[in-house]
């Protein structure tokens, strides 16, 4: 079975510019998380959707990233304008509520991620 | 405030010994823990789990403890061997208070275990 699929696998953009990553999650998962992971902070939540509803999006840095999830089978992290503060490598995970792999469903099964530069 | 602490951001062990990886938490409200392996350029893969009314849950070669009243939990791994090589995140949950909202988890900052040969 596919696992999580996320794209680009890399991303180097100029400042100012508009990103955009995409993550596919597990079929049949009802949640979809998005990750950053920087050596300063480590991996932190930004955002989370539980039924194609953002349901926290409290770790947002600010309000030039922004994400959708359109469908059950999809969902966007877009970043306008980028800055070269936010290079970092972005996770997109998916759960299951209830079901599925684990014993109670609690565990988020992770992307490859995208390594975005911003230079 | 780091609320999943991993004060060991490295270590290091002999083929076929025991690694012992730890984490400290402090949110009282975490009933539910993981631990996850992660290699260079790949997404953080889930390793095992355990429940807050458990002490202990085994898969293989893989333990993990809990000690809740000193909120601590710890992930042994025996034998371990140099595919074990890898960063290990430890992460929590905590029950969401709102109904429909799924549980996120805190994770801490990792500890590379590299496993000589």
């Known amino acids: 079975d596919a696992g999580v699929i996320q794209s680009p696998r890399h991303e180097v953009t100029e400042m100012g510019q508009e990103v955009t990553l995409r993550c596919k999650p597990i079929s049949g998962h009802n949640s979809l998380f998005w990750y950053r992971q920087t050596m300063m902070r480590g991996l932190e939540l930004l955002i989370y959707?539980?039924?194609?509803?953002?349901?926290?999006d409290s770790g947002m840095p600010e309000d030039r990233f922004s994400a959708k999830m359109p469908n059950a089978s999809f969902s966007t992290l877009k970043i306008q304008p980028s800055e070269p503060r936010d290079s970092a490598v972005y996770f997109c995970a998916s759960s299951t509520e209830g079901r599925g792999y684990g014993p109670r469903g609690y565990e988020q099964y992770f992307g490859p991620g995208t390594r975005l530069t911003v230079t | 405030d780091q609320q999943v602490k991993q004060n060991s951001p490295s270590l290091s062990v002999q083929e076929g010994r025991i690694s012992i990886l730890n984490c400290d938490y402090t949110n009282s409200m975490f009933d539910y823990f993981l631990w996850y392996k992660k290699y260079p350029a790949e997404g953080p893969t889930f390793l095992i789990s355990?429940?807050?009314?458990?002490d202990k849950n085994e898969d293989g070669r893989f333990t993990v403890f809990l000690n809740k009243s000193a909120k601590h939990l710890s992930l042994h791994i025996v034998p371990s061997q140099p595919g074990d090589s890898a960063v290990y995140f430890c992460?929590?949950?905590?029950?969401?208070?709102?109904?429909?909202?799924?549980?996120?988890?805190?994770f801490g900052s990792g500890t590379q275990l590299t496993v000589l040969p």
């Open positions: 959707f539980n039924n194609n509803v953002p349901i926290d």
């Open positions: 355990i429940s807050s009314i458990k």
């Open positions: 992460a929590a949950s905590a029950a969401q208070i709102s109904s429909g909202s799924a549980r996120q988890l805190t």
